[in-house]
């Protein structure tokens, strides 16, 4: 049997392209995204049901949909990132940092794979976001603890 091998392209938005056409089955999004894995050659690979699924994102593969911040006494107790298909996980802000164009990134699976805000998310997390008077730096505060957000170019 010959094995079947499908290429995807993931855009900005976090959005999948097969063949011009958009990946929109929510079932399908979170097979995907929950078997993400980056590979040596810069592409990335979910083995999904015996087929071979690779992707080339335009930027990076996971793109954060929406945030749903948990609080306690008014203060941040988690936030849980979701992405494409509602695959979900924690935030690790020491993770989190702008990059070019002004664009909020953080890293997730344990640093192995970076992940964009979208323009809802990030305005959803700005929210919470503060910058420090004497510094000028911007951090985010999570469990009593301020973690500065760097700016990579």
């Given at each position: ?49 015996g ?35 509602e ?23 344990n ?43």
């Amino acid at each position: 049997m010959t094995e079947r091998i499908y290429h995807y392209t993931i855009d900005e938005e976090g959005t999948v392209w097969h063949d011009g056409a958009e990946v929109d089955d929510p079932a399908v999004l979170k097979l995907f995204f929950k078997n993400l894995k980056p590979t040596d050659d810069g592409r990335f690979v979910a083995l999904c049901q015996g087929e071979t699924c690779y992707f080339k994102a335009v930027d990076v593969p996971m793109v954060v949909q929406k945030i749903e911040i948990k609080k306690e006494r008014e203060k941040i107790k988690e936030i849980l990132l979701f992405f494409p298909g509602e695959v979900s996980e924690p935030l690790d802000a020491e993770s989190l940092f702008v990059g070019k164009k002004n664009v909020l990134y953080c890293r997730i699976r344990n640093g192995s794979l970076v992940a964009r805000f979208n323009r809802k998310s990030y305005w959803e997390l700005a929210q919470e976001i503060r910058q420090d008077k004497e510094s000028h730096l911007f951090f985010l505060e999570i469990k009593g603890r301020k973690q500065t957000i760097p700016t990579v170019s």
